[in-house]
């Protein structure tokens, strides 16, 4: 498409779509027939050529920016608010769990034992807090595009998989370690039975779902002093056991606190008519042993969960640079066109 500059201006083209060319042709009409130069016009001087070229796109980009970016960001949209809604469930049950650890926490006395493994309420508000921080992380990140928040999310929780895949190899291997660990654990949690409200309800808790007493037998109980049996003890409950061991019966309608009374000075044939006699510590590893599928679906969704959501943070990164990519490519190319563009336009037409 050609046009005479001393008839008609040309418009300038889409900077995208065209390369203009200087051509120094001339292509004066009246030269050619043998005609004077028109006297309407003085200064009249051979005609200059605009020569306009379309360009052909560069081979990576075969459809329009627009459909690109439409493509790219349906699927990134999706990545980000599965991410956030996934981090955003976590946090408000994080945020739950702390609250209800405060709760506990406040509304205990203040002698009460402080030691972690041993303290539900001081559990609750570790492991919340902990929950509360990362998936802060992951929510802000995915809200607000943040790469760094997202990489540090990513990160913890790389870490974290990583540590329970270690925690049960090192488990399945060194399994009578881990079986002394749990014993002595158990055993202290006895020995401070009546020193935490908390601590109390979860042993009776356990007690009464799966039919134990003490950690390996029901006369585990002498190691706490208020259940300690020796004659010198004072206590009312001495050579006994707490409530949650005994047997109740089906028609008993009124709880009997004191029927583990003295249970400890007879014998296991005997004590086993009112009381459980198996330790918690082999009755735990029974029922995971029989209900292995359960646990070990509970494990997998667990890890699962972990893994989806590193995937996720990890495939949100990739696409905020993509779409980062994609927004900056074609202002490069514009910018780098126009570069060849506007010296040939600008040239003096007259310039000799």
Known sequence: ????????????????????????????????????????????????????????????????????????????????????????????????????????????????????????????IVVGAAMFLITFLGCFGALRNATCLLKTFLGILAGILFLQIAAGVVGYLFTDMVMERTESLMMKAIVRYREDQDLENAIDFIQKKFQCCGVERYKDWSNNVYFECLDTNPSL???????????????????NTMCGYGMQQLEERTAGLNIFTIGCLEKV???????????????????????????????????????????????????????????AFDRDPGGE
């Open 1 to 124: 498409m050609r046009f005479d500059s001393d008839r008609l201006t040309p418009p300038p083209p889409p900077s995208h779509l065209l390369h203009p060319q200087w051509d120094d042709r001339t292509t004066s009409s009246s030269s050619s027939r043998g005609d004077e130069p028109d006297s309407r016009n003085a200064s009249y001087r051979p005609t200059h050529v605009y020569s306009w070229q379309i360009t052909k796109p560069p081979t990576d980009f075969h459809c329009s920016l627009t459909e690109i970016c439409r493509g790219e960001m349906r699927g990134y949209r999706a990545i980000k608010y599965t991410l956030f809604i996934c981090c955003y469930v976590l946090w408000v049950a994080s945020a739950v769990l702390v609250a209800v650890g405060i709760y506990a926490k406040i509304a205990k006395e203040k002698d009460v034992v402080d030691t972690l493994m041993l303290d539900p309420a001081l559990l609750l």
């Open 237 to 255: 409950e001495a050579c006994g056991v707490p409530f949650s061991c005994c047997i109740r019966p089906q028609n008993q309608t009124v709880l």
């Open 285 to 343: 590893v029974w029922w995971a042993k029989n209900n292995l599928l359960l646990v070990a679906g509970l494990t997998a969704g667990l890890l699962l969960l972990k893994v989806c959501m590193i995937c996720l943070a990890a495939a949100q990164i990739s696409r905020i640079k993509k779409v980062q990519q994609l927004k900056n490519a074609p202002r490069r190319r514009s910018e780098r066109q126009d570069s060849y563009w506007r010296p």
